[in-house]
Nanobody
Framework: QVQLVESGGGLVQPGGSLRLSCAAS????????MGWYRQAPGKQRELVAE???????NSGDSVKGRFTISNDNAKSMMYLQMNSLKPEDTAVYYC?????????WGQGTQVTVSS
């Protein structure tokens, strides 16, 4: 079982920046993929960015060049640096991990981009 806790969300003006953090606890089995997803009201949950245990990254087209995913294995942490935020980035952001045993989600953190 893996537990994930997000932090760092909040209200930011368009063009601003935020950094989300995800703290992982428990035992991760085998190779894994960690990522950030988001869900806006009335929309489906979508992938924002992900990183594998080998360090490969992938991000959604809408955030390429603005958001950067990273992790610190020694601290069991994952981060999402979000720059040049737009109102359409407003959503609940979820931390996610998939290992050889299953998929796990955090409780989510709200990001609101508004003037």
């Amino acid at each position: 079982q893996v537990q994930l806790v997000e932090s760092g969300g909040g209200l930011v003006q368009p063009g601003g920046s935020l950094r989300l953090s995800c703290a992982a606890s428990g035992t991760i089995f085998g190779s894994y993929t960690m990522g950030w997803y988001r869900q806006a009201p009335g929309k489906q949950r979508e992938l924002v960015a992900e990183i594998t245990s080998s360090g490969r990254t992938n991000s959604g087209d809408s955030v390429k060049g603005r958001f950067t995913i990273s992790n610190d294995n020694a601290k069991s942490m994952m981060y999402l640096q979000m720059n040049s935020l737009k109102p359409e980035d407003t959503a609940v952001y979820y931390c996610h991990i998939q290992d050889s045993r299953g998929r796990y989600w955090g409780q989510g953190t709200q990001v609101t981009v508004s003037s």
